[in-house]
Protein backbone atom coordinates (compact mmCIF):
# COMPACT_ATOMS: atom_id res chain seq x y z
CA UNK A 1 0.00 0.00 0.00
CA UNK A 2 1.32 3.38 -0.76
CA UNK A 3 2.12 5.96 2.38
CA UNK A 4 -0.52 8.06 0.88
CA UNK A 5 -3.35 5.30 0.94
CA UNK A 6 -2.05 4.79 4.50
CA UNK A 7 -1.82 7.83 6.21
CA UNK A 8 -5.59 8.90 4.25
CA UNK A 9 -7.15 5.32 4.50
CA UNK A 10 -10.48 6.63 5.87
CA UNK A 11 -11.07 9.76 3.75
CA UNK A 12 -9.81 7.27 0.89
CA UNK A 13 -12.82 4.67 1.86
CA UNK A 14 -15.31 8.28 2.48
CA UNK A 15 -14.41 9.34 -1.01
CA UNK A 16 -15.11 5.68 -2.41
CA UNK A 17 -18.20 5.48 -0.80
CA UNK A 18 -20.02 8.45 -1.74
CA UNK A 19 -18.71 7.82 -5.36
CA UNK A 20 -20.23 4.69 -5.21
CA UNK A 21 -23.27 5.72 -4.02
CA UNK A 22 -23.81 8.35 -6.46
CA UNK A 23 -23.25 6.11 -9.62
CA UNK A 24 -25.84 3.60 -7.58
CA UNK A 25 -28.48 6.26 -7.48
CA UNK A 26 -27.90 7.87 -10.73
CA UNK A 27 -26.10 10.91 -10.18
CA UNK A 28 -23.43 10.19 -12.10
CA UNK A 29 -23.55 8.16 -15.44
CA UNK A 30 -20.85 6.44 -17.39
CA UNK A 31 -17.74 8.45 -16.76
CA UNK A 32 -19.08 11.68 -15.58
CA UNK A 33 -19.54 14.16 -12.91
CA UNK A 34 -16.61 13.69 -10.05
CA UNK A 35 -15.42 14.04 -6.34
CA UNK A 36 -12.53 15.40 -4.66
CA UNK A 37 -11.67 16.16 -0.90
CA UNK A 38 -9.30 18.20 1.13
CA UNK A 39 -7.33 15.46 3.21
CA UNK A 40 -4.43 17.36 4.79
CA UNK A 41 -3.28 21.03 3.78
CA UNK A 42 -2.16 20.76 0.19
CA UNK A 43 -3.35 17.68 -0.81
CA UNK A 44 -5.98 16.35 -1.93
CA UNK A 45 -8.24 13.30 -2.62
CA UNK A 46 -9.57 12.69 -6.38
CA UNK A 47 -11.40 10.60 -8.56
CA UNK A 48 -9.56 9.44 -11.25
CA UNK A 49 -11.17 10.02 -15.11
CA UNK A 50 -12.70 8.00 -17.19
CA UNK A 51 -14.03 5.38 -14.21
CA UNK A 52 -17.42 4.78 -13.56
CA UNK A 53 -17.99 6.36 -9.93
CA UNK A 54 -20.42 3.28 -9.63
CA UNK A 55 -17.20 0.94 -9.66
CA UNK A 56 -14.76 2.96 -8.51
CA UNK A 57 -12.24 1.20 -5.45
CA UNK A 58 -9.67 2.14 -2.77
CA UNK A 59 -7.16 1.90 -4.87
CA UNK A 60 -8.57 4.34 -7.15
CA UNK A 61 -8.57 7.35 -5.91
CA UNK A 62 -5.64 10.04 -6.66
CA UNK A 63 -4.05 11.68 -4.63
CA UNK A 64 -2.94 15.73 -5.88
CA UNK A 65 -1.28 18.88 -4.52
CA UNK A 66 -3.47 22.00 -4.85
CA UNK A 67 -0.82 22.61 -8.27
CA UNK A 68 -2.35 19.65 -9.32
CA UNK A 69 1.09 17.72 -9.10
CA UNK A 70 0.07 13.71 -8.85
CA UNK A 71 1.13 13.02 -5.12
CA UNK A 72 -0.38 9.05 -6.09
CA UNK A 73 -1.91 7.28 -9.05
CA UNK A 74 -2.39 3.72 -9.21
CA UNK A 75 -1.07 2.65 -12.62
CA UNK A 76 -3.59 3.10 -15.52
CA UNK A 77 -5.26 5.99 -13.37
CA UNK A 78 -4.68 9.44 -13.50
CA UNK A 79 -6.93 12.52 -11.85
CA UNK A 80 -10.15 14.06 -13.75
CA UNK A 81 -9.35 16.84 -16.10
CA UNK A 82 -11.31 18.91 -14.08
CA UNK A 83 -8.92 19.19 -11.40
CA UNK A 84 -8.11 22.76 -11.69
CA UNK A 85 -12.11 23.64 -10.93
CA UNK A 86 -12.07 21.54 -7.67
CA UNK A 87 -8.54 23.28 -6.54
CA UNK A 88 -9.81 26.95 -7.22
CA UNK A 89 -12.92 26.12 -5.05
CA UNK A 90 -10.97 24.75 -2.28
CA UNK A 91 -7.87 27.42 -2.61
CA UNK A 92 -10.85 29.98 -2.30
CA UNK A 93 -13.18 28.38 0.59
CA UNK A 94 -10.71 27.34 3.20
CA UNK A 95 -13.85 26.10 4.81
CA UNK A 96 -14.90 23.76 2.56
CA UNK A 97 -13.27 20.42 2.75
CA UNK A 98 -14.76 18.73 -0.04
CA UNK A 99 -16.68 19.36 -4.11
CA UNK A 100 -18.99 17.54 -5.85
CA UNK A 101 -19.61 17.63 -9.48
CA UNK A 102 -22.85 15.35 -10.27
CA UNK A 103 -25.58 15.56 -12.63
CA UNK A 104 -28.58 14.72 -10.61
CA UNK A 105 -31.64 14.21 -13.68
CA UNK A 106 -33.68 16.80 -12.38
CA UNK A 107 -31.43 19.10 -11.16
CA UNK A 108 -30.24 18.49 -15.27
CA UNK A 109 -33.38 19.02 -16.65
CA UNK A 110 -34.16 22.52 -15.07
CA UNK A 111 -30.22 23.56 -16.32
CA UNK A 112 -31.45 22.51 -19.66
CA UNK A 113 -34.53 24.33 -19.14
CA UNK A 114 -33.41 27.56 -18.45
CA UNK A 115 -34.46 30.69 -16.46
CA UNK A 116 -34.19 30.92 -12.82
CA UNK A 117 -35.42 27.44 -11.40
CA UNK A 118 -32.84 27.28 -9.44
CA UNK A 119 -32.83 29.96 -7.91
CA UNK A 120 -35.95 30.33 -5.98
CA UNK A 121 -37.22 27.22 -3.47
CA UNK A 122 -38.73 25.53 -6.40
CA UNK A 123 -37.61 22.15 -4.08
CA UNK A 124 -37.54 23.02 -0.41
CA UNK A 125 -35.76 19.90 0.41
CA UNK A 126 -32.36 20.88 -0.69
CA UNK A 127 -32.80 24.27 0.10
CA UNK A 128 -33.44 23.44 3.78
CA UNK A 129 -30.76 20.55 3.74
CA UNK A 130 -28.06 22.05 1.88
CA UNK A 131 -28.52 26.01 1.54
CA UNK A 132 -29.26 27.64 -1.84
CA UNK A 133 -27.90 26.69 -4.85
CA UNK A 134 -25.64 27.85 -7.56
CA UNK A 135 -25.89 28.04 -10.97
CA UNK A 136 -22.80 27.86 -12.80
CA UNK A 137 -23.36 29.15 -16.43
CA UNK A 138 -22.19 26.12 -18.92
CA UNK A 139 -18.91 26.24 -19.87
CA UNK A 140 -17.30 23.54 -22.39
CA UNK A 141 -15.92 20.65 -20.16
CA UNK A 142 -11.94 20.90 -19.38
CA UNK A 143 -11.81 24.62 -20.59
CA UNK A 144 -10.78 27.80 -19.52
CA UNK A 145 -14.67 29.08 -19.40
CA UNK A 146 -14.47 29.26 -15.73
CA UNK A 147 -15.04 32.97 -15.25
CA UNK A 148 -17.62 32.54 -12.01
CA UNK A 149 -14.23 30.74 -10.48
CA UNK A 150 -12.26 33.55 -11.32
CA UNK A 151 -14.08 35.99 -9.53
Given at each position: ?????????????????????????????SHGGNL????????????????????????????????????????????????????RILEKR??????????????????????????????????????????????????????????
Amino acid sequence: MHPIQEKYRAQIEEVVRAANRLGQIGYVTSHGGNLSMRADGDVVLITPTKVPKRDLTFDDICAIDMRGGVLYARPGRKPTGEWPFHVRILEKRPDVKGVLHAHPPVLTGFAIAGGDWMQRAFLPEPVIEVGPMVMVPYAEPLSDEDDLLAQ
